[in-house]
């Protein structure tokens, strides 16, 4: 998670304002946080909205945010070009002197081009390199979390075809099986894998034009690097705070375009049509918006590039926290 998004969940953990507002579509007002972006009750994920005492995973987020106050202090994925305005509102839910350390986007300490191929001769990367127009793939995948029905990948799988933009389409379904023909159909304008992709050099590739992603925060940061080459995103959140990271890359950084859906239920238990995705890929690739979120896009990801670098703002914090922990050693 990001600056932004443990400090939303803190501030709504600590102060429960969606209890006292007048209605799920209301604005919030949260504490502290000067939001990039109006955020309603129905936008807040649903552990958050509801939590369930008695589930595991609210008991260990509970535990985990009562341990949180007495840290010492925090490392982030994250860049201050990024979220900034919201690290000293983050930090106040912890002791006196506590901070966040923004040390991100860490993928990127790695220079791409010097690391190895994974998955060098992968059927994958052979097929994107074969796209003759560049930018012209968009990449799908809602990563491992996310419960995703049969039903509703039967409709995200004729809204990919009735597109009319070449896919490549991860799918983490060990029953789901494609629509009766369709593989023979996109034959020459898609590509469904089951098998782990290198994402982060499949979103590198020149092919690669958009992201329809959940938006977890390791993908966020993988798409980051992406961006400067012009790769934009398409957020449909499932899960967890997946909605929040949406909301901050569509909303407060203007990087992309989000799939509509209904309000205060999770994306992994709604039908999204096939007409609204085949929409929505058209707008991202081609629509009104395109060229301002390539625009974006390309701003963004060189942020996070000279971020890094020796001099930016995550090498500098990293090295102000080596040095921090070995004065606390002496």
């Not at 993988?222 to 398409?234: A, N, R, T, W």
């Not at 929409?279 to 625009?295: F, H, N, P, T």
Request: proline share 4%; hydrophobic share 40%.
């Amino acid at each position: 998670m990001g600056v932004l998004s443990m400090a939303i969940c803190k501030t709504v953990w600590v102060h429960a304002p969606h209890l006292t507002a007048a209605s799920d579509s209301e604005p919030l007002h949260l504490p502290g946080l000067n939001l990039p972006f109006t955020l309603s009750t129905a936008e807040l994920p649903e552990t958050l909205r509801t939590p369930n005492h008695d589930d595991r995973y609210s008991k260990f987020v509970s535990e985990v945010g009562e341990a949180d106050v007495e840290s010492w202090g925090i490392i982030v994925n994250s860049i201050l070009e990024l979220e900034q305005p919201h690290v000293k509102s983050f930090e106040s839910f912890y002791q006196n002197g506590a901070k966040a350390w923004c040390l991100g986007p860490l993928l990127l300490y790695n220079d791409l081009e010097k690391i190895p191929e994974q998955y060098p001769t992968a059927r994958y990367m052979k097929w994107l390199t074969e796209q003759a127009m560049p930018a012209s793939v968009i990449y799908v995948s809602f990563g491992t979390q996310a419960d995703v029905s049969e039903e509703l990948l039967d409709e995200v799988a004729f809204g990919l075809e009735t597109s009319g933009y070449s896919f490549l389409w991860v799918v983490r379904s060990s029953t789901w099986c494609p629509p009766k023909g369709l593989e023979e159909r996109i034959k020459n304008k898609g590509m469904i894998v089951s098998d782990w992709v290198d994402q982060r050099r499949l979103l590198g590739h020149r092919s690669t034009g958009g992201f329809l992603s959940h938006c977890g925060w390791n993908s966020v940061l993988e798409y980051l690097e992406s961006l400067s080459i012009s790769v934009q995103i398409l957020a449909w959140p499932m899960v967890t705070e997946q909605s929040l990271n949406a909301k901050l890359v569509i909303d407060g950084f203007g990087a992309g375009v989000k799939i509509s859906m209904e309000s205060g239920l999770e994306a992994e238990h709604q039908i999204i049509g096939r007409k609204a995705i085949c929409q929505v890929v058209r707008e991202l690739m081609e629509g009104k918006k395109a060229s301002y979120v390539r625009e974006r896009a390309q701003a963004l990801g060189r942020a996070g590039t000279r971020a890094v670098q020796e001099g930016g703002s995550s090498h500098e914090t990293l090295s102000r926290l080596i040095d921090t922990l070995r004065t606390a050693q002496n």
